[in-house]
């Protein structure tokens, strides 16, 4: 059964898996996937308390594209790492004209970066909505400030401080997780309005008074 308990845990678990991205020998690529995946069950289990399968959605093609595009990517680099190949195999030595297929393998490589960039920028796009919904839903502001970090950190990747950025978000994604409540808060009552009375409803003519 869904429980923002088991959201609570679920995802801040997933969010400190996932900042372990950067350990080597493929480590990283482990945790980072666990990571999301554990963070989808997470959001899983928010969608279902609070009846708002939206939020589940976006967070579910967030994750997709978050892992699809570095694949796209990589098989993009190796096509240019076989194009390069191909060039230097019949380069020869003292000649100064550069081989067709470097130029090709150079496009392949800002092929690969673009087609990550972009993956990683909507997948933050979905991730904001996501998260959004979930501070609107459980009045937990950090997620409003997470999602809108990482669209940032996001965007801003090309000018290389979206890394810390992104850094940043990452972390305060564990916290957001850790401050979710064990109960949905209730409805805020409505505000009064302040102004003067209003004037009573005139009276059905067959209920004025007679003289």
């Known amino acids: 059964m869904a429980s923002l308990s088991q959201a609570k845990t679920l995802g801040g678990i997933g969010g400190i898996l996932a900042l372990l991205f950067w350990l080597p020998a493929h480590v990283g690529i482990v945790f980072l996937i666990v990571g999301l995946v554990l963070m989808l069950f997470a959001v899983k289990n928010i969608a279902d308390t609070v009846g708002d399968q939206a939020i589940f959605s976006n967070m579910t093609y967030s994750v997709v594209l978050a892992i699809i595009g570095p694949i796209i990517a990589t098989v993009v680099l190796l096509a240019a790492a076989a194009s390069l190949f191909s060039a230097f195999s019949g ?19 800002i092929l690969a970066g673009v087609i990550l960039w972009v993956c990683i920028l909507i997948s933050t796009v979905f991730v904001k909505r996501s998260y959004d919904a979930i501070a609107l839903k459980l009045r937990v502001d950090m997620f409003r400030t997470t999602g809108l970090l990482f669209l940032i950190g996001a965007a801003t990747l090309i000018f290389l401080v979206g890394f810390v950025i992104l850094f940043i978000a990452a972390i305060l994604q564990i916290v957001a997780f850790f ?10 009552p409505p505000q009064p309005v302040w102004g003067p009375p209003m004037p009573p409803a005139p009276m059905p003519p067959s209920q004025a008074p007679t003289q």
């Open 91 to 109: 380069f020869t030595p003292g000649t100064m004209s550069i081989p067709g297929g470097f130029w090709a393998a150079l496009g392949f490589v």
């Open 179 to 188: 401050s979710i409540p064990e109960q949905v808060p209730s409805q805020m």
